[in-house]
């Protein structure tokens, strides 16, 4: 058994390491052959050869990542590591799910990073949707389902696989404030459709943003200018999907082409429509779930990939069954 010792003298160890060891967590489950030990700035590797000389290679790069920007977050030990972390699903000795850490990158975005499916009910989304032409993804807050959804809606316009992208979302806090809110409309109307831009921005450099935004390669609108139209060759995602009614998801559903993608997305939990008004997602999960080429995914707390805290706090709140 070879061995490696290593002193990290250049740089703070805790930052990359990460907040209570994620960092380092993560690495080491991309190599389940090795024996790595970290105390403070030193690091004990024990296992084969060639992984080592791997591991050395990865860390260095990690370590003058931190040189240069003073800061580690976790996507960017997953582009440097670079091992395939995206999770895919392989059956147990139970036949139950489980994770499997050999897949591949959904889409690469800006600065070299990977967006990949990082759970199991976020892989079923990328499963689904080449099998599937309507999608429903229904979950709690930060379960990535709008994330993952816009990544495959990237990952189809850059292989040619459709032609425009269309991302709605029902302004549901709109009606007459849009009003007094100042500024022509788009200006009223982006901060409701602030989550959208944010995934893009993640995913396609901002120059070429501004350009598919300006030709309308990807259009960002409310749910109210989906009426009337026929969307086709495209992908479409409906976010927040618990705040249609029953008229606006059908309307919306009934503007799907012959060659079009459609993901809808929503938290059952969320619903900000008024007190008396019921939501649409209810109906349509009910009535549309049996219909062949429409799937319906229920992302858990299990799912959550934001902040730790993030779950604990579904869970305190009731979101997670």
């Known amino acids: 058994m070879n061995e490696l010792n290593l002193t990290i003298d250049a740089i703070n160890p805790a930052v990359l390491w990460g907040a209570n060891n994620d960092h380092f967590e993560i690495i080491k489950k991309q190599y389940p052959k090795l024996k790595i030990v970290a105390r403070g700035s030193e690091v004990k590797v024990l296992g084969d050869e060639a992984e080592?000389?791997?591991?050395?290679?990865?860390?260095?790069?990690?370590?003058?990542?931190?040189?240069?920007?003073?800061?580690?977050?976790?996507?960017?030990?997953?582009?440097?590591?670079?091992?395939?972390?995206?999770?895919?699903?392989?059956?147990?000795?139970n036949g139950q799910d489980k994770m499997n850490g050999n897949g591949e990158v959904i889409v690469f975005g800006t600065n070299g990073m990977m967006i990949k499916a990082r759970t199991p009910n976020q892989q079923r989304m990328v499963n689904s949707i080449t099998k599937n032409d309507i999608v429903f993804a229904i979950g709690p807050a930060g379960t990535g389902k709008t994330y993952t959804a816009v990544a495959l809606a990237v990952r189809a316009l850059k292989n040619k696989e459709i032609k425009r992208i269309i991302l709605t979302r029902p302004a549901v806090e709109a009606g007459e404030n849009l009003g007094f809110l100042p500024g022509d409309l788009k200006e009223k109307i982006d901060p409701y459709l602030r989550p959208l831009y944010d995934a893009l921005d993640d995913m396609i450099p901002a120059e070429r943003l501004k350009v598919y935004l300006e030709n309308r390669t990807i259009e960002i609108a409310p749910l109210a200018f989906m009426r009337g139209r026929t969307l086709d060759n495209c992908f479409v995602i409906l976010d927040e999907a618990q705040n249609t009614t029953d008229m606006?998801?059908?309307?919306?559903?009934?503007?799907?082409?012959?060659?079009?993608?459609?993901?809808v997305t929503g938290d059952v939990t969320q619903i900000d429509l008024p007190r008396k008004q019921q939501s649409g997602l209810h109906l349509g999960l009910r009535i549309l779930a049996d219909i062949k080429g429409i799937d319906i995914i229920y992302l858990t707390?299990?799912?959550?990939?934001?902040?730790?805290?993030?779950?604990?706090?579904?869970?305190?709140?009731?979101?997670?069954q």
């Open 52 to 93: 080592i000389k791997n591991f050395e290679e990865k860390l260095s790069q990690l370590i003058i990542h931190v040189e240069k920007f003073q800061k580690l977050n976790l996507q960017d030990v997953e582009r440097i590591i670079g091992k395939g972390l995206l999770p895919v699903l392989v059956p147990d000795q």
């Open 248 to 263: 606006q998801l059908k309307m919306f559903l009934t503007r799907m082409g012959p060659t079009a993608k459609f993901i």
């Open 301 to 320: 707390g299990d799912d959550v990939v934001r902040h730790k805290l993030v779950r604990s706090i579904l869970e305190a709140y009731g979101d997670i």
